[in-house]
């Protein structure tokens, strides 16, 4: 269930532990992801693959994926088949879908207010835990929404802040925000966002961070300094360092 919290539904599916996988199916057959996701069939299958192969990378691998990690590859895959089944000459650009005129965004999107987001990451290197953070503020928001998670089997504090921005993109488009604006204390991460440098540890996560990109009608990734990123490091530090706080 874990997985399916961080897909974006419409509604939610109420499946018990008395369901066997059939009943279960049909309960999530109709479910139906929300804009800007750019899935309009069902992800039904695409979650299903995902734990499947997360399934086969634990047991041939022992590399145990993360809900995020699952839930994030499904919405790929949802839009790749998506895309896919779409004639070339007919695929939408960005979020054209939203748009009610086809050749322009309109007038109240492009009055919407830009959101800031910013994202950062804290890691131990013994046991590769990583906290994630981000936070949300803008005029159209009454107060700044912020959130955190933990992360395990992180090999590298890039890694850890690739993880973050990819992390932050997915709950920003299911606030469905219009206008992003993205900044991290890393300036590698932005850089290789920017296609100005090409890392293969983090190539994956480059190339999820495009694909989810696309869901926006703007955005934008910038680097400003780690004075400047208070919130978002606190946040993430309070979220590794949860992780070793021992019940006494």
């Known amino acids: 269930m874990e997985v399916w919290e961080q897909i974006p539904l419409r509604q939610v599916a109420q499946i018990t532990t008395k369901d066997d996988f059939k009943t279960a199916?049909?309960?999530?057959?109709?479910?139906?992801?929300?804009?800007?996701?750019?899935?309009?069939?069902?992800?039904?299958?695409?979650?299903?693959w995902s734990l499947w192969l997360a399934r086969n990378t634990k047991i041939f691998e022992?590399?145990?994926?993360?809900?995020?990690?699952?839930?994030?590859?499904?919405?790929?895959?949802?839009?790749?088949?998506?895309t896919a089944q779409t004639p070339t000459e007919k695929r939408p650009r960005n979020l054209q879908i939203r748009q009610p005129n086809a050749n322009r965004p309109s007038s109240s999107t492009i009055a919407s207010p830009i959101i800031s987001c910013t994202?950062?990451?804290?890691?131990?290197?013994?046991?590769?835990?990583?906290?994630?953070?981000?936070?949300?503020?803008?005029?159209?928001?009454?107060?700044?929404?912020?959130?955190s998670t933990t992360q395990p089997f992180v090999s590298s504090p890039l890694l850890a802040e690739a993880l973050a921005v990819r992390l932050a993109l997915i709950k920003a488009a299911t606030f469905e925000f219009p206008r992003l604006k993205v900044s991290s204390d890393n300036q590698t991460l932005i850089r290789a966002i920017s296609n100005d440098l090409q890392l293969k540890e983090i190539h994956g996560?480059?190339?999820?961070?495009?694909q989810i990109s696309s869901a926006f009608v703007n955005i934008s990734f910038s680097y400003f300094p780690r004075e400047q990123n208070r919130d978002a490091d606190a946040l993430a530090k309070r979220a590794l360092n949860s992780i070793y706080v021992l019940d006494p």
């Open 62 to 82: 022992g590399r145990t994926l993360s809900p995020i990690e699952i839930a994030t590859r499904a919405l790929r895959l949802a839009r790749e088949w998506n």
């Open 205 to 210: 996560i480059i190339a999820d961070i495009h």
């Open 25 to 48: 199916l049909v309960k999530l057959r109709g479910m139906i992801c929300l804009p800007p996701t750019g899935i309009t069939n069902s992800v039904v299958p695409c979650v299903c």
């Open 119 to 147: 994202t950062d990451a804290a890691w131990n290197k013994q046991s590769k835990q990583a906290g994630l953070a981000w936070t949300f503020s803008g005029t159209d928001l009454p107060s700044t929404i912020t959130g």
